[in-house]
């Protein structure tokens, strides 16, 4: 399985992570939120292996324009379509691999990747 970054592309994080992926010459493919939304296979899969507290971006401005109610109920998942509806919930970047996905960028968790 190749590779997927998800993210958008002005994020500076997801700057980071593709300027860390290429000059390493990893290969991935991008996948921009806004012009190919996640599905719901997609995120159900992420949710198998990590809680909604690692997806989550609760410094997004996205986050704070839901009321509580809202976040309260994307905390405990019960409202997962609202993460495609507003992409910039999702921590970014995400980095899938065929064994893990990453949320976020950090230099050492990538180097592992090598």
């Not at 971006?57 to 704070?64: L, M, P, Y």
């Not at 109610?69 to 992409?87: G, H, K, R, W, Y």
């Not at 893990?100 to 180097?111: A, D, P, W």
Request: hydrophobic share 40%; with cysteine.
């Amino acid at each position: 399985m190749k590779m997927i970054l998800y993210g958008i592309p002005n994020c500076d994080t997801v700057r980071k992570a593709r300027k860390f992926l290429e000059s390493h010459q990893i290969d991935f493919q991008f996948q921009d939120f806004r012009k190919r939304p996640l599905t719901i296979d997609t995120l159900q899969a992420w949710l198998k292996h990590h809680p909604m507290s690692v997806i989550v971006n609760k410094r997004s401005t996205a986050w704070k324009q839901l009321d509580e109610p809202q976040q309260t109920a994307l905390m405990n998942s019960q409202q997962p379509a609202l993460l495609i509806e507003n992409p910039t919930l999702i921590k970014r970047p995400v980095l899938q691999t065929a064994q893990q996905v990453l949320f976020g960028f950090n230099t050492k968790e990538y180097e592992k990747l090598l």
